[in-house]
């Protein structure tokens, strides 16, 4: 029986092996890597500043400029994805803001005007922006087979859930031992570590060669619309969009839920609340190791529909046996089904756009992620006045599976039965 589970964990850990011994897959990773440890040094020092100068209220503020602005802008800068080469995007984006957080650290570490403090990070953030389409538009490129590309994706996922463990942690320490300034400077420091390594990316030739022209005679406001025509227009693309848009607002829901849990239900308070927090992390993890079995058979399909059931139908048990075991189980699982959608759906997404509008698409995708968690922040409130916290966790549990279930023809149809290298990509 240990043979046999042995022999499954290095099947389903095999897909990762190209992504770690290609060089430049491997330098992706690592500058990711360095971008999402400057997430967690860029945002929670700015919370404790903010707090510091002007109590909860300057709080709220600063997540506002931190999420707002990207929201609003991210379709749009996204475009020097698609103008640009990618790699080229990603370095200076890292750069600007190195130069930028450096500027915050100073102004924080001299007490300077709060509102300098919240235009920098507005504009960090907005540039922030840039990253992520760059990246996932690049992948493809450097990972031709579907296989390597989808494990390529899921390093990526995996990455952000060690982040989610690792990072509060690491900010914590450093505003321990040190200031909120201090964490910038570190948070620039690891811009500089992800800019070193996309310096060294190599686009192979014959990928940059084939590298698609833009096109010379688009107006302005179609370069900028390309993003959400492609996907409005796309079934399949619109199609995952929502379906991706649909698990953001249940996962924006269940942030608030699991505050609700740790101070009402379980009575265990702050430390509670990150131990529950945690979980998604740690079930982020276990999910790589699905996601690379699946992989491994060509089955990004029923990982889509399986990991958006996980991420939503827990809830359910949960609502209904509001039990601290139960809530630690619930909640990997919910980690195990983001990590299956996301890579799926990204990995499909992929697949399915053409690379001339690909780091607009994504552009737009990453507004779509960005909306509903907020959408879903607001109505669980909501629903918890009205159904309690069990209620709550009820309803929001129902929304993914009842989904799934409707729309299973059409998941089921996506690319072409799942032909992703042949009609299934869209054609501009």
């Not at 290609?22 to 360095?34: F, I, K």
């Not at 809830?315 to 195990?336: K, T």
């Not at 966790?393 to 996506?414: E, K, M, T, Y």
């Amino acid at each position: 029986m240990i043979g046999a589970a042995l022999r499954g964990l290095k099947e389903s850990l095999h897909p990762f092996g190209p992504v770690l011994r290609e060089p430049n897959l491997r330098r992706v990773e690592l500058a990711w890597t360095g971008s999402m440890l400057a997430l967690w040094l860029f945002a929670i020092p700015l919370g404790v500043y903010a707090y510091e100068r002007g109590g909860p209220a300057a709080v709220g503020v600063m997540g506002l400029v931190r999420m707002l602005p990207p929201t609003l802008a991210s379709p749009f800068v996204a475009v020097l994805a698609d103008r640009f080469p990618r790699e080229q995007v990603m370095l200076v984006t890292d750069l600007i803001r190195v130069v930028a957080l450096v500027a915050l650290a100073l102004i924080v570490m001299g007490e300077g005007p709060l509102w300098a403090v919240y235009v920098l990070t507005a504009f960090v953030a907005v540039v922030s922006t840039a990253f992520k389409p760059a990246e996932a538009a690049l992948l493809p490129r450097l990972a031709p087979r579907e296989e390597t590309l989808g494990a390529a994706n899921a390093v990526t996922t995996t990455i952000e859930s060690v982040g989610t463990l690792v990072g509060p942690g690491l900010a914590g320490l450093l505003l321990v031992v040190a200031s909120p300034g201090v964490a910038l400077l570190a948070c620039a420091g690891a811009l500089l570590w992800s800019a070193f390594n996309v310096v060294r990316i190599r686009v192979p030739r014959q990928a940059a060669a084939a590298a698609p022209v833009p096109a010379t005679d688009e107006r302005p406001l179609e370069v900028f619309l390309s993003g959400f025509r492609v996907l409005w227009t796309h079934r399949d693309l619109r199609l995952i969009a929502a379906l991706i848009a649909a698990q953001t607002l249940v996962l924006g829901a269940l942030e608030v839920l699991i505050y609700t849990l740790a101070f009402r239900v379980f009575e265990t308070g702050e430390g509670g609340a990150g131990f529950l927090l945690a979980l998604l992390g740690a079930g982020g993890l276990l999910g790589a190791v699905v996601i690379g079995g699946l992989m491994a058979r060509g089955r990004l399909l029923p990982a889509l529909a399986v990991g958006l059931l996980l991420v939503g139908a827990p809830l359910i048990v949960l609502g209904l046996l509001p039990l601290l075991p139960v809530a630690v189980a619930v909640l990997l699982a919910v980690g195990v089904g983001n990590t299956l959608s996301d890579v799926a759906g990204v990995t499909l997404t992929q697949r399915l756009c053409p690379d001339e509008v690909r780091g607009r698409v994504f552009g737009v995708l990453e507004s779509v992620i960005t909306g509903p968690i907020g959408l879903g922040a607001v109505l669980a409130p909501l629903l918890i006045a009205a159904l309690g916290t069990g209620g709550a966790l009820i309803v929001v549990g129902c929304l993914l599976p009842l989904i799934v279930g409707v729309l299973w023809a059409r998941i089921a149809s996506v690319g072409g039965a799942g032909n992703l290298a042949g009609g299934g990509v869209v054609r501009l």
